[in-house]
C-alpha cells in the first residue's frame, strides 16, 4: 500500500547509499595514507640504518625531505580522517530521517488498514442488523395475516 511518505524514503535510501560508498572511498584514502607514512617510517629507516655504517654520507637534507614528505601525508590523512567524520555524521542523520519516514509509512498503512477493517466491520453490521429487521418485519407481518396481531 502506498503512503505519501513513500518518494522521500526512496530519496533518503538513496542518499545512505550515495554516502555509504562516499564512506567507503574515505576510508580507502584514510588507508592508503597511512600505508604511505608506514612505507615512508619504513624507508626512513632502512636509508639511516645504511647510512649509519658510513660516516661520509649526509643524510640530514634527505631526511628533512622525508619528514615533510611524512608532515604532509599525516595531514592529509587528517583531513581524510575528518571528513570521514562528516560522512559518518550525516549518515547518521539521514539514515535517523530515513527511518522516522519508514515508521510513519508504516503508521499510516496500519490506520488505512483498521478503517478498512472498521469499515468491513460496519458493513457486516448493518447487513446482519438488515436481516435481523427483515426477519423481524416477516415475522410481524405472518402475525398479522394469521390474526394473531396484539396491536390491532
Not at 617510517?41 to 661520509?56: F, L, S
Not at 640530514?60 to 604532509?72: G, K, P, S
Request: net charge positive; charged share 40%.
Amino acid at each position: 500500500m502506498k503512503t505519501p511518505f513513500d518518494p522521500a524514503i526512496r530519496i533518503g535510501r538513496r542518499k545512505v547509499d550515495a554516502i555509504r560508498l562516499r564512506i567507503k572511498a574515505e576510508i580507502e584514502c584514510v588507508s592508503h595514507y597511512e600505508s604511505a607514512l608506514s612505507a615512508l617510517e619504513q624507508e626512513r629507516k632502512e636509508e639511516c640504518t645504511r647510512a649509519g655504517g658510513d660516516w661520509t654520507i649526509s643524510t640530514y637534507e634527505w631526511l628533512r625531505a622525508r619528514q615533510a614528505q611524512a608532515h604532509i601525508l599525516a595531514e592529509q590523512r587528517m583531513e581524510a580522517s575528518e571528513r570521514l567524520e562528516r560522512l559518518r555524521e550525516e549518515a547518521t542523520q539521514t539514515y535517523g530521517q530515513c527511518r522516522a519516514l519508514e515508521k510513519a509509512a508504516d503508521a499510516r498503512r496500519e490506520q488505512e488498514r483498521q478503517s478498512v477493517m472498521r469499515k468491513a466491520q460496519a458493513e457486516a453490521d448493518d447487513l446482519s442488523n438488515a436481516r435481523r429487521l427483515l426477519k423481524l418485519r416477516a415475522a410481524a407481518a405472518a402475525r398479522k395475516r394469521d390474526g394473531h396481531d396484539p396491536a390491532g
